[in-house]
């Protein structure tokens, strides 16, 4: 009797989904009403209710993408941590490496410039063909303006 | 002698010209994506800093009910509405239901709508919350929280009153009162 109630007990723990589960994906979602806290570590009564929720639909045999498509639809996209790659959004992802990657470009430039620009600074005309190149675009350009 | 010198003076100066037409185009770029930051930054911040709709023609919108009914603001045009945003999870929501409820009943009769609209809420609580406290006027989900990005809300409890002509005539920030309510449903029924 002691043994079957036992088994039993071990049955019915197994339907239900563990913290951990419920976590995984609550980590991956964000409540509006506490910006900037994910919902596995949120305090509020609302987090908790969203957590409950997801025990529900766990249990029930949902999939964590079902869960995270029914919070989407259902609260808006901005409760994802991860906005989907679509439409306006593909501007959070493709923004940061736009950045970094113009950025890198800006100071590759400034150092370049630097660097080509000091000793252009220093060294006057040496050769005889420097000074035949320069002597022609100064004509040339003094062409301009006559 | 002096061609050569000339041509190859020219092309030197069509060089620099293209460079500084390249370099004037990649400042334009980079201050072109800087400033759509910017503006996109102050968009935001701007519709922070403006807080809650209170003036104006109030944002239409379509509330689905629990119930499965579909409601559009803008088929109320003529009646005076009485939106509520609430949630299961907020305390002061539960101090106003009661109140809001007896409104509902006393002045729906004169051709006032109630309609409640339940914020970041999950479906059981929410019904649960609505048999506890017998709320019988149309209650909806806030669908991907469109109605109260419309509205601007900063929270719950939120309530906004609709004049006949569609504009918003009164808000009120925190739980509202039997007296309070029915002091501004009385002055616009009688005007």
């Known amino acids: 009797m002691?043994?079957?109630?036992?088994?039993?007990?071990?049955?019915?723990?197994?339907?239900?989904p563990t913290d951990d589960e419920v976590n995984t994906i609550a980590k991956q979602l964000y409540c509006p009403v506490c910006e900037n806290v994910p919902l596995d570590v949120c305090g509020t009564r609302a987090c908790a209710q969203w957590r409950a929720?997801?025990?529900e639909k766990l249990a029930a045999g949902w999939n964590p993408e079902q869960i995270k498509q029914y919070f989407s639809e259902q609260y808006g996209v901005r409760?994802?941590?991860?906005?989907?790659?679509?439409?306006?959004?593909?501007l959070f992802w493709a923004l940061p490496p736009i950045v970094t990657i113009v950025g890198w470009f800006l100071v590759l430039r400034f150092i370049h410039s630097i660097r080509h620009k000091q000793p252009a600074a220093r060294q006057p005309v040496k050769t005889q063909r420097d000074a035949e190149e320069y002597a022609a675009r100064l004509e040339d350009e003094l062409a301009q303006w006559r | 002698m002096e061609v050569t010198q000339t041509t190859s003076g020219n092309s030197v100066t069509r060089l620099e010209a293209r460079r500084t037409a390249q370099r004037r185009w990649v400042h334009l770029a980079v201050w072109g994506l800087f400033l759509a930051l910017m503006m996109l930054m102050g968009i935001k911040l701007y519709r922070v800093k403006l807080g809650p709709v209170s003036a104006g023609t109030a944002p239409n919108f379509t509330l689905t009910t629990f119930a499965g009914e579909s409601h559009t603001l803008s088929d109320y045009t003529g009646q005076i509405i009485v939106i509520n945003f609430w949630a299961s999870w907020c305390a002061p929501c539960a101090l106003e239901a009661a109140d809001l409820e007896q409104a509902w009943r006393d002045y729906r009769k004169r051709g006032v709508m109630f309609l409640g609209i339940d914020y970041v809420d999950t479906e059981s609580e929410a019904l649960a919350y609505l048999e506890k406290w017998n709320v019988t006027y149309p209650n909806g989900p806030d669908l991907r929280t469109a109605i109260s990005q419309a509205y601007r809300i900063k929270g719950v409890p939120e309530t906004y009153i609709i004049g006949q002509d569609g504009v918003i005539v009164g808000s009120i920030i925190g739980p509202i009162d039997y007296t309070k309510l029915s002091a501004t449903l009385d002055k616009l029924l009688n005007q």
Do not use: C, Y
Not at chain 1, 2 to 16: E, H, R, V
Not at chain 1, 79 to 89: C, D, R, S
């Open chain 1, 2 to 16: 002691l043994t079957f109630s036992s088994f039993g007990a071990i049955a019915a723990q197994d339907d239900q």
């Open chain 1, 53 to 55: 929720s997801i025990r």
């Open chain 1, 79 to 90: 409760v994802l941590a991860e906005p989907p790659t679509k439409g306006f959004n593909n």
